[in-house]
């Protein structure tokens, strides 16, 4: 039989009922899950963290494609043809904005569950998280996010920290004397008609640049990257360290005789801040240690 909690009615908002269940359950085993391996945890307790469970979040979600505009005769004011225009553009035309929108809700209510669940554990930062996404079947998608709580020695954090980080390489940063605060995710799409200049140089037997194809993945890297520096300063980051770049290209049929080609690019990283502003990190240690106490030399 479920545990009463998971026996409720869900109304979609919040932890569901069977996250809710297992964070209860974790909470009172006093054991932690952990999905670090041995030197990670190993360098993590080197700078003060424990992990104190393992936590996850998730959410299905239904991806419609209302929004996907055409890329013909985008190029309105500039003379008649096409031109590329991208998701985060802010015009009429921004071809896939509501799909990248859908995106970026399915991402940020996975991580913010996450949140919930290492708040609700007590934790100060939630080190090696993984993304992934999966399909179910028809438009539903599920976004996952998965990774481990840890706590620190020291005051509680206001805000719990989020990286994709691995253990070590956490250990390393904050030797380095920076901080992670929250993982960051640019995501852009750019469409562009197929137009006459386009499929001559796709047909022609000679070693071409296609021109507008070349435009359309500079344009979604881009506006991607945009995106990626904006949503880092708002988890407070002075610098990014990237961890995964990711590129889609697909073709589609707005109506007949029209071909637009659309290309969606992701970036994924870390947002970190400077907690030491010394031009290198303070240390007692000794490169020789004196045998003779007598001669002993101070730095």
């Known amino acids: ?33 952990s999905l670090l391996s041995v030197p990670e945890a190993a360098a993590l307790a080197a700078v003060g963290f424990t992990p104190v469970g393992e936590v996850m979040g998730c959410m299905v979600e239904h991806i419609g494609w209302r929004g996907v ?9 500039t003379g008649y043809g096409s031109r590329t225009v991208t ?12 799909l990248m929108d859908a995106y970026y809700r399915g991402w940020d209510t996975a991580l ?3 949140l919930q669940e290492a708040v609700a554990l007590g934790a100060d930062g939630v080190v090696g998280i993984r993304l992934s996404q999966e399909h179910l079947g028809g438009d539903n998608r599920e976004f996952l996010a998965l990774g481990t709580a840890v706590r620190g020695a020291g005051p ?22 920076w ?28 070693n071409t640049q296609i021109d507008g194809y070349t435009d359309l993945v500079n344009a979604a890297r881009h506006d991607a ?6 949503r880092a300063r708002a988890h407070g980051g002075e610098a990014v360290l990237v961890s995964g770049m990711r590129l889609k290209i697909w073709e589609q049929e707005p109506s007949d005789g029209h071909t637009d080609h ?24 000794l490169t020789i240690l004196p045998l003779d106490r007598t001669k002993e030399t101070r730095r």
Not at 225 to 230: D, G, V
């Open 156 to 177: 509680r954090a206001t805000t719990p920290f989020t990286t994709d980080l691995s253990g070590t390489d956490t250990s390393k940063l904050l030797h380095a004397g």
């Open 87 to 98: 998701s985060g553009s802010g015009s009429r035309w921004a071809g896939l904005a509501p």
């Open 69 to 77: 505009g055409c890329g013909y005769g985008m190029g309105y004011g």
């Open 225 to 230: 990257r945009t995106q990626f520096e904006r």
């Open 262 to 285: 659309v290309a969606q690019a992701t970036i994924i990283g870390t947002a970190a801040t400077s907690f030491r502003r010394t031009a290198s990190a303070p240390t007692n240690s």
């Open 112 to 114: 913010s569950r996450l």
């Open 1 to 33: 039989m479920p545990p009463r909690d998971e026996q409720q009615p869900w109304d979609g908002v919040g932890l569901p009922p069977a996250a809710r269940s297992r964070i209860a359950r974790a909470a009172d085993s006093h054991v932690a899950g």
């Open 179 to 206: 901080v992670p605060t929250g993982i960051a995710i640019g995501i852009s799409a750019a469409v562009r008609h197929d137009d006459y200049s386009t499929y001559q140089q796709r047909q022609t037997w000679s």
